[in-house]
């Protein structure tokens, strides 16, 4: 798009650490708050860090890694077993081959777990010294995975939800951009709680596509206490960039919406984070939220409805400044 189609008076923001390349990966972050890129030049071992790879994966996912590394691991020495003969162990019920393999399996699980029922035995040294590596393996395993385990739960996390979709909606006397966030955690409230939000556009600086970034102001960039739904608004009027553009120009503009909240959880005493993004596809031009709240029917409660925080009403909006 052309550089003249933003606003004059808004100020391009050098600090957002993106630069000004052009970007050639899609979005710059990714929905969940992470970031669209993918490093690479230096050795991979190098690059990654499993221990926060594995923090950051779900429940089930990680529950899945370690039940697989626990079987692999006993498969390993379960063939150790095999390959120095039965006979360096004592104690078989089973008399076919199939038998005795589960038989070596199972007792590999005990000697890992340290659990050691005693039926089966080494009797020779090829077996003891496999079965001793094997003890250490386990209390090595199991404390690597109990590390993961506390890690996992002592992590302090936002609990925070985004709206699926930004909206361009009536404000006031003029339109505004807005999006809407909730803890949706029942305890977790967050306190001083702050959101910024950066909008970047294409545009053409000495015959080439560049992105720049812009702060856009907002009707209320922090609140004390966050326990219910916040609608973050940003006024279409004054110095906004927006102030000039048409739904088709957000398209042709390449518009992404870079939104950090942080704010300070008490039960962890410590500051969370949470980011999203939202690109030109997911600004609905001419919505408005629906209600997310009411009243109980006794009249002594609030009741905040959470399935309700991706759901909006449509509406016409005929350009920036003017609301039909």
């Not at 090829?126 to 199991?142: C, H, N, R, V």
């Not at 993961?148 to 709206?163: C, H, M, V």
């Not at 000495?206 to 326990?227: A, G, H, T, W």
Request: aromatic fraction near 14%; glycine fraction near 8%; charge should be neutral.
């Amino acid at each position: 798009m052309a550089r003249s189609k933003i606003n004059p008076g808004s100020k391009s923001n050098n600090d957002t650490g993106f630069g000004n390349q052009t970007n050639i990966g899609g979005r710059f972050v990714n929905k969940d708050g992470s970031f669209n890129l993918k490093k690479v030049g230096w050795p991979y071992l190098k690059r990654v860090s499993f221990y926060s790879w594995l923090l950051e994966l779900s429940w089930l996912k990680f529950l899945g890694i370690i039940c697989l590394c626990y079987l692999a691991i006993n498969a390993i020495f379960t063939g150790f077993y095999l390959l120095i003969g039965h006979d360096q162990l004592n104690g078989f019920l089973s008399t076919t081959k199939w038998g005795r393999i589960k038989e070596v399996f199972y007792f590999s699980t005990q000697t890992f777990t340290t659990v050691g029922y005693g039926r089966i035995n080494p009797v020779a040294d090829g077996a003891d010294i496999i079965a001793s590596i094997e003890t250490l393996s386990g209390w090595l395993f199991f404390a690597i995975v109990t590390g993961l385990l506390y890690g996992r739960f002592t992590r302090p996390k936002a609990y925070i939800a985004f709206s699926e979709n930004a909206l361009i909606s009536p404000y006031q006397n003029s339109t505004a951009l807005m999006f809407r966030l909730v803890p949706y955690k029942n305890i977790h409230h967050l306190t001083d709680v702050k959101v910024g939000v950066n909008v970047s556009f294409q545009v053409i600086e000495d015959d080439k596509p560049v992105f720049k970034f812009y702060q856009l102001d907002l009707e209320r960039s922090r609140i004390d206490m966050f326990n219910m739904n916040w609608t973050v608004v940003h006024p279409i009027k004054g110095d906004s960039p927006l102030l000039n553009f048409t739904k088709e120009d957000l398209e042709i503009s390449d518009l992404e919406l870079l939104v950090q909240v942080s704010g300070f959880d008490p039960i962890f005493s410590n500051i969370v984070m949470a980011r999203t993004s939202y690109t030109y596809k997911e600004v609905v031009w001419g919505a408005k939220f629906r209600p997310m709240y009411h009243e109980s029917e006794d009249g002594n409660t609030t009741i905040l409805e959470l399935n309700k925080l991706h759901e909006f009403d449509e509406i016409k909006v005929a350009s920036p400044a003017t609301v039909v």
